[in-house]
């Protein structure tokens, strides 16, 4: 049997749960004593449809990590879903961040939690990811990845945006371009968000003051953190001088690890590399379920 082929049967079902009046809804896939559980937070103008492509259960993170010894919670984030419509309760960052810790412990009340809870997010969803990472709450998380996200933009989505703002109707394909190029990168089903489009709430698009908030916030993390860019990255600065950027500001954590996705793009999750990255970011949650910490640099020149 492959390891491929399990993943076929694994069950995927969408649960609901009430947080103080507000529908949370999330998608599960479940797996007898899990080694830990990976809580998901997907991106703008999709939903947790995102981490399970319909008709492509290769691509699927919930398949892929159940299918590797791990429970995931893919939350639908705070107006999508569920709650979509309910913006009125979230308009703040402070009631988003507290809507999403009491829908993950909704979902994870009754649920075996192995080693830990591990938070995997994808661009606009790392932003709520880098929050619950640094808040006492989130004390005993085993760590967490960012994924097509950063504090500087593409020199195309910079181009676009300023389109945009001249011609808002006319230059939108631009910025679409911009989070879905190059169309070689997704199948062909899956490129453009076919079949995992939704809404975006009104709080989402606004990134004023996002270095410094960003910056602030990465200090406070003090967990081990994963960061993934894409090969084909066009949100957001890419290459070594990107992920380079984004490593420094975690400088709280003891354990920081850059990583370039080979042939992906912006939509890292569903690009046809995808299975390849979620086992290379599988790796990374079982290291951090085992407590593995970076060596001193003196401990590893002589361990060499």
């Known amino acids: ?19 103080h009046g507000v529908p ?34 290769r691509l699927s993170l ?6 590797a010894g791990f429970t995931v919670v893919a939350l639908d984030r705070p107006g999508y879903g569920s709650s979509a419509g309910h913006e009125e309760r979230m308009r703040t960052p402070e009631q988003r961040t507290d809507f999403a810790f009491a829908a993950m412990n909704a979902f994870l009340a009754d649920r075996d939690g192995g080693l830990g809870v591990f938070l995997w997010a ?29 504090r500087t933009h593409h020199p195309r989505s910079l181009a676009a945006m300023e389109e945009w ?16 190029d190059p169309p070689h990168a997704y199948p062909p089903d899956v490129y453009g968000g076919r079949g995992i489009g ?23 993390v003090r967990v081990p953190v994963h960061i993934t860019l894409a090969e084909y990255e066009q949100v957001w600065a890419n290459g070594p001088e ?6 420094s500001m975690f400088t709280g954590s003891p354990r920081v690890v850059p990583h370039e996705q ?12 995808a299975l390849a990255y979620h086992l290379h970011v599988l790796a990374f949650v079982e290291e951090c379920a085992l407590g593995v910490r970076a060596l001193p640099a003196e401990q590893g020149r002589h361990d060499g």
Do not use: K
């Open 165 to 180: 703002r001249r011609d808002p109707a006319r230059t939108r394909p631009n910025l679409r371009r911009a989070l879905w």
């Open 62 to 67: 919930l398949r892929t990590a159940a299918a």
């Open 198 to 220: 939704a809404p975006s709430p009104s709080y989402e698009g606004s990134r004023d003051g996002w270095q410094e908030e960003f910056a602030r916030l990465a200090a406070r």
């Open 24 to 57: 949370a809804s999330a998608l599960v896939a479940e797996t007898a004593q899990p080694r830990a559980v990976i809580v998901a937070l997907h991106g703008g103008a999709t939903t947790s449809a995102y981490f399970d492509h319909p008709g492509h259960p």
């Open 1 to 19: 049997m492959t390891f491929m082929e399990p993943q076929l049967a694994i069950g995927v079902h969408r649960q609901e749960a009430d947080v």
């Open 262 to 273: 080979a042939g992906a793009g912006h939509n890292t999750s569903v690009s046809r590399t």
């Open 122 to 150: 994808h661009s606009a969803g790392c932003e709520l990811a880098v929050r619950m990472a640094g808040d006492p709450r989130a004390a005993g998380l085993l760590g967490v990845e960012l994924a097509g996200m950063g």
């Open 242 to 247: 990107g992920l380079a950027d984004l490593a």
